[in-house]
């Protein structure tokens, strides 16, 4: 009988240790894997950001188009000085279209669908033949500067224009920075002109000019969601093209172009940069959006045109100039800040 015993004990025991050694890692992966598989919180300002609509990259490559749009006016002041409005406005668009297209054979771009051509003819009539135009002729006798401030109306037309067009629906303090801004390049403009009587025909041109600009912005933030970024401007410049050459063929010829190295680095400048590659960078952070949003960015870019007026063209900086911008700051960042739904 002890024998028997022994036995069955000796049996028993190895599966007696490999059924406790089973058990036990078993027991620690069921601990484990619960507090393993939940996610950890995301941080409080990628929460804050989302809860905006906002994403950095669409700031930052916002900021880089305002960056690169600021110069435009200056340098269109420096561009009209020597050479005619219609050379530089057309001119300008022709060497752009010109790189657009080298860009579209080498990346073997297909055409877009044919859907969106009318909305590529509504980008280039506002960004590549009114804005271009309209700023041309109101730069002979305004100051960069003057015409900075009352651009400076642009983020919140554009907003309006995002509002129909892309349905996206900002929040009431969106709207008030928005109009407070409006509301500060408006006081500017009549207390820098002397009233209502001293609203010359240069504001008129430059009020249109923001009026074409918004509409060319948001359709063509909306369509680079669709074809691409540097393919909404590179169509629209190749689209407009034939009229923008025959204009700069009749300026040509009327006004033969004749002007010193910096008019020519101007000109230069205009339609490499301002007419071309900025649209790039703005393109695709309106199309990273919301585009109500992105657009306000552009209200910092008066302050960033006084500066560069100042210190290329010699401008004064007078307090009332200094005070305009500040607060088109204040509303920029407000907006910038404000919840956007879409």
Same mark, same amino acid.
């Given at each position: ?12 025991? &190895?599966? #007696?240790?490999? +059924? ?6 078993? @027991? !620690? ?7 393993? +598989?939940?996610?950890?919180?995301? &941080?409080? %300002? ?35 000085? @020597? ?5 530089? #406005?057309?001119?300008?668009? /022709? $060497? ?10 080498? !990346?073997? @771009?297909?055409?877009? &669908? ?13 960004? /590549? $033949? ?5 700023? #041309?002729?109101?730069?002979? @006798? ?15 037309? !554009? ?22 801004? %409006? +509301?500060? /390049? ?42 691409? #970024?540097?393919? /909404? ?14 204009? !700069? ?42 585009? +109500? ?50």
């Amino acid at each position: 009988m002890k024998d028997d015993s022994s036995a069955t004990a000796a049996l028993t025991a &190895p599966l #007696s240790r490999k +059924a406790a050694g089973a058990s036990g890692p078993a @027991t !620690t992966r069921d601990a484990v894997a619960p507090a393993s +598989a939940s996610p950890a919180p995301p &941080p409080p %300002a990628s929460a804050a950001a989302r809860a905006r609509g906002l994403t950095a990259p669409g700031l930052a490559w916002g900021f880089l188009g305002v960056l690169a749009f600021s110069f435009t006016l200056p340098f269109t002041r420096i561009a009209v000085a @020597t050479l005619d409005p219609i050379m530089v #406005s057309a001119g300008r668009a /022709v $060497v752009a279209a010109a790189l657009a297209a080298i860009v579209l054979l080498v !990346t073997r @771009t297909s055409l877009p &669908p044919r859907a969106v051509w009318p909305r590529i003819l509504v980008v280039a009539a506002g960004v /590549v $033949v009114g804005f271009p135009m309209l700023t #041309s002729f109101a730069l002979q @006798t305004s100051p960069a500067s003057h015409g900075a401030v009352v651009i400076g109306l642009l983020p919140a037309a !554009t907003a309006v224009v995002a509002v129909v067009r892309g349905r996206e629906r900002p929040s009431r303090l969106f709207w008030l920075a928005s109009i407070a801004g %409006a +509301a500060a /390049v408006v006081a500017f403009t009549l207390i820098s002109g002397g009233g209502f009587g001293g609203v010359h025909i240069s504001d008129l041109l430059l009020l249109g000019a923001v009026i074409a600009a918004a509409v060319g912005y948001a359709e063509g933030g909306l369509l680079s969601r669709e074809i691409g #970024s540097w393919q /909404v401007i590179c169509w629209a410049l190749v689209v407009a093209a034939p009229v923008m050459a025959v204009l !700069t063929g009749i300026s040509v010829v009327q006004h033969p172009p004749t002007a010193p190295l910096d008019g020519w680095l101007a000109f230069a400048y205009v339609s490499a940069i301002s007419m071309f590659l900025g649209f790039f960078a703005w393109y695709r952070g309106l199309g990273i959006g919301p585009i +109500a949003s992105v657009s306000q960015i552009q209200l910092v870019q008066p302050v960033l045109t006084i500066v560069w007026a100042a210190l290329l063209l010699g401008e004064p900086l007078t307090p009332l100039t200094i005070v305009g911008a500040l607060a088109v700051i204040v509303c920029a960042a407000a907006a910038v800040r404000s919840r956007v739904r879409r």
